[in-house]
């Protein structure tokens, strides 16, 4: 039976957990210890778009430190923290690297660009993989996700060029269980097309406390969102990056078209993390660009200022 440890059990783990249980895969939450006594004492829920899934109480582990794991391999440890744990979890994953199995593999399924900056220092490429992920997931409960909003599949892939055969076992199970899922050989295109989204939406939405399709009926913010994206292509273009679309013109037409109708009632994990008065994943979002931009003496006005307000807002909790 294929183990997947589930780091990180917040509202994509917990959906992703009931999920590949569901198909049969021996499932693992690496959580905190409210969470894993929820899981503990309750199961795991998955609701809301592509069904309803529940794994009762006792066919879930839950765990709070890799020591406490049984003495079956890892063959896939799903990362599902925010980015601001990523230095931690890989270091914690290496001081136990002998928990994966010989060809056990991490899949990063976070927002933002470099988050495999920090696995990089202690694993081999051909054992680091990544997910673009444009499905909306709110956790209702400690042990309880409900999928809100969706736009495009879940994409599986390595961003150095290695094989991706290792997950499609991975990418069945999660489709297999109904959330659109599939290995990809464009893995950084993918990644591109998220940040654009992310960085155009996530942080906006949460300073002006609206979900995405709000951001889009006003002028006003259209015009921000507007500039946000040409940035993102002029650091794009300067770093040697490419995505699914030539210009921010063609972007914009998928964005508005399809993108942002897909998702219009989805509140951010920006907006999310801040009324829990929880620091923010923006360095890795708009603070990449700015940082990219920096090291080639470009300027990307509109993406400092979104940085400095979310800072603003978190220094005033």
């Known amino acids: 039976m294929i183990h997947t440890l589930i780091i990180g059990a917040g509202a994509i783990g917990i959906s992703l957990g009931a999920s590949l249980r569901s198909q049969g895969m021996d499932i693992t939450f690496l959580a905190r210890e409210n969470t894993k006594k929820a899981i503990q004492e309750g199961g795991v829920r998955r609701t809301g778009l592509f069904g309803n899934i529940t794994i009762p109480a006792g066919e879930a582990a839950a765990i709070q430190k890799l020591t406490e794991l049984a003495d079956q391999s890892i063959d896939y440890a799903l990362v599902c923290t925010k980015t601001l744990a990523n230095a931690d979890v890989a270091e914690t994953l290496a001081a136990h690297r002998e928990k994966l199995s010989a060809n056990g593999k991490i899949v990063i399924l976070?927002?933002?660009?470099?988050?495999?900056?920090?696995?990089?220092?202690?694993?081999?490429?051909?054992?680091?993989?990544?997910?673009?992920?444009?499905?909306?997931?709110?956790?209702?409960?400690?042990?309880?996700?409900n999928i809100t909003v969706h736009t495009a599949p879940i994409l599986l892939g390595s961003l150095y060029g290695k094989?991706?055969?290792?997950?499609?076992?991975?990418?069945?199970?999660?489709?297999?269980?109904?959330?659109?899922?599939?290995?990809?050989?464009?893995?950084?295109e993918a990644l591109w097309a998220?940040?654009?989204?992310?960085?155009?939406?996530?942080?906006?939405?949460?300073?002006?406390?609206?979900?995405?399709?709000?951001?889009?009926?006003?002028?006003?913010?259209?015009?921000?969102?507007?500039?946000?994206?040409?940035?993102?292509?002029?650091?794009?273009?300067?770093?040697?990056?490419?995505?699914?679309?030539?210009?921010?013109?063609?972007?914009?037409?998928?964005?508005?078209?399809?993108?942002?109708?897909?998702?219009?009632?989805?509140?951010?994990?920006?907006?999310?993390d801040m009324e829990k008065k929880q620091k923010t994943e923006i360095n890795?979002?708009?603070?990449?660009?700015?940082?990219?931009?920096?090291?080639?003496?470009?300027?990307?006005?509109?993406?400092?200022?979104?940085c400095e307000l979310i800072a603003a807002l978190e220094d005033n909790y």
Request: net charge negative; charged share 20%; with cysteine.
């Open 110 to 145: 976070q927002n933002g660009w470099g988050n495999d900056t920090p696995f990089r220092s202690f694993f081999s490429e051909d054992q680091l993989y990544q997910a673009r992920v444009i499905t909306g997931f709110a956790r209702t409960a400690p042990n309880v996700s």
């Open 163 to 188: 094989n991706i055969d290792c997950m499609e076992p991975l990418a069945e199970a999660i489709a297999a269980s109904g959330i659109p899922c599939e290995t990809t050989e464009v893995l950084s």
């Open 194 to 272: 998220k940040m654009l989204y992310n960085t155009t939406l996530n942080p906006l939405g949460a300073i002006l406390r609206v979900p995405y399709g709000k951001l889009t009926e006003s002028e006003s913010s259209r015009s921000i969102m507007n500039r946000l994206i040409d940035e993102t292509f002029l650091v794009m273009e300067q770093c040697g990056y490419r995505t699914f679309w030539e210009t921010p013109e063609a972007y914009r037409r998928e964005f508005y078209g399809k993108l942002v109708p897909d998702t219009y009632a989805h509140r951010s994990s920006t907006l999310q």
């Open 284 to 306: 890795t979002l708009n603070g990449c660009i700015v940082r990219l931009a920096k090291e080639h003496q470009m300027e990307v006005p509109t993406h400092r200022m979104i």
